[in-house]
């Protein structure tokens, strides 16, 4: 029996302190690690970091976002 598709979402996480396109990648080297991303948006000058995907868990993407040196709340 297939498993039922896994509707895909958008969460957006600000991000202050990043300022340059290390920072960007740095976060996207971080954040496609996590199991169910499928797409990751950086706005520098916003300061936010939108993920797409589909059952992609919150904590693991904020914990990459730390990991990769940055703290992050969901907005």
Same mark, same amino acid.
């Given at each position: 029996?297939?498993?039922?598709?896994?509707?895909?979402?958008?969460?957006?996480?600000?991000?202050?302190?990043? +300022?340059?396109?290390?920072?960007?990648?740095? %976060?996207? @080297?971080?954040? =496609? #690690?996590?199991?169910?991303?499928?797409?990751?948006?950086?706005?520098?000058?916003?300061?936010?970091?939108?993920?797409?995907? +589909?059952?992609?868990?919150?904590?693991?993407? %904020?914990? @990459?976002?730390? =990991? #990769?040196?940055?703290?992050?709340?969901?907005?």
């Amino acid at each position: 029996m297939p498993s039922s598709p896994t509707q895909t979402e958008q969460v957006t996480y600000s991000v202050p302190g990043m +300022s340059c396109s290390h920072c960007r990648m740095a %976060i996207i @080297a971080e954040v =496609e #690690a996590v199991p169910g991303v499928e797409t990751i948006d950086v706005d520098l000058d916003a300061m936010r970091v939108t993920v797409t995907g +589909s059952g992609f868990d919150d904590t693991e993407v %904020i914990a @990459a976002i730390d =990991e #990769a040196g940055y703290e992050a709340t969901r907005q």
